[in-house]
């Protein structure tokens, strides 16, 4: 695990097979996993939570938990951490599954900007405010999570579709997600490209013109926006820290 003062980190890309299930397991580090596709069903002692992607799940050391995978199989990016960020998550963080990729947002800037853990926690804190609305919101997001469909359906279509107003749907991603159905589209894109970017060799140009963006540019802007890091930072992650994974029981 490649370390920076007191600071440690791990970067794992993890395949899980459709329906596989994790027994009952602890990690001695702790760790914040952004769910890139797929969907993630994770029990411990405060009930069993699901996460879809764009969902964070952040765990302390020492939190004894079981996972089941959605039907559809899940990639999952995983940061490992110990030292200063370990030890702030123990003490301030406690376990929880964000339904929105805020936090992870606020963890990469504060890596890539080398700042105190305290920022990512005092983001933590708010994020953990997010409340539970109607069951219609996730069947459209789980709409826009299908492939090619996210830059194909306009949200005009897809409240429609979920007999909703616009202006209903945006509020419920909004209070669900944190962010508006189109910032959920961006988000997804993002992710999309995130994916791509720690996958594969493939030029950041041509990253940006698969996922649908206008140039490399476009897609730098968004990327920040998005995921707090730029793609050449995330690309150099990849090519020095990150370790792949096809999933034979490895866990979340």
């Given at each position: 695990m490649p370390s920076g003062g007191s600071r440690s980190i791990g970067v794992r890309l993890i395949d899980y097979a459709p329906r596989e299930r994790l027994g009952w397991h602890r990690h001695d580090s702790a760790s914040v996993t952004?769910?890139?596709r797929g969907e993630i069903h994770e029990r411990s002692a405060s009930g069993v939570s699901r996460g879809g992607a764009c969902a964070v799940f952040l765990k302390p050391a020492?939190?004894?938990?079981?996972?089941?995978?959605?039907?559809?199989?899940?990639?999952?990016?995983?940061?490992?951490?110990?030292?200063?960020?370990?030890?702030?998550?123990?003490t301030r963080g406690g376990y929880a599954v964000l339904r929105d990729a805020t936090l992870f947002r606020?963890?990469?800037e504060a890596f890539e900007r080398d700042l105190d853990a305290a920022a990512l926690l005092d983001r933590c804190e708010t994020a953990l405010g997010a409340t539970r609305?109607?069951?219609?919101?996730d069947e459209a997001r789980r709409r826009l999570d299908e492939p090619g469909v996210c830059d194909r359906v306009a949200c005009a279509e897809l409240a429609r579709d979920m007999g909703v107003h616009p202006a209903s749907l945006a509020r419920g991603f909004r209070r669900?997600?944190?962010?508006?159905?189109?910032?959920?589209?961006?988000?997804?894109?993002a992710l999309d490209a995130a994916e791509r970017v720690f996958s594969t060799s493939?030029?950041?140009a041509g990253v940006a013109h698969r996922a649908g963006y206008s140039d490399q540019s476009h897609m730098c802007r968004e990327f920040r926006r998005e995921l707090g890091g730029s793609p050449s930072f995330f690309r150099s992650l990849a090519r020095e820290r990150v370790e792949f994974v096809l999933s034979d029981g490895a866990c979340v």
């Open positions: 952004l769910v890139l020492g939190i004894e938990h079981a996972n089941r995978v959605g039907d559809g199989g899940a990639r999952t990016l995983t940061f490992q951490l110990a030292g200063e960020w370990s030890e702030a998550f123990g606020a963890f990469m609305v109607a069951g219609w919101v669900r997600f944190g962010v508006s159905a189109v910032g959920y589209r961006r988000r997804r894109r493939e030029s950041l």
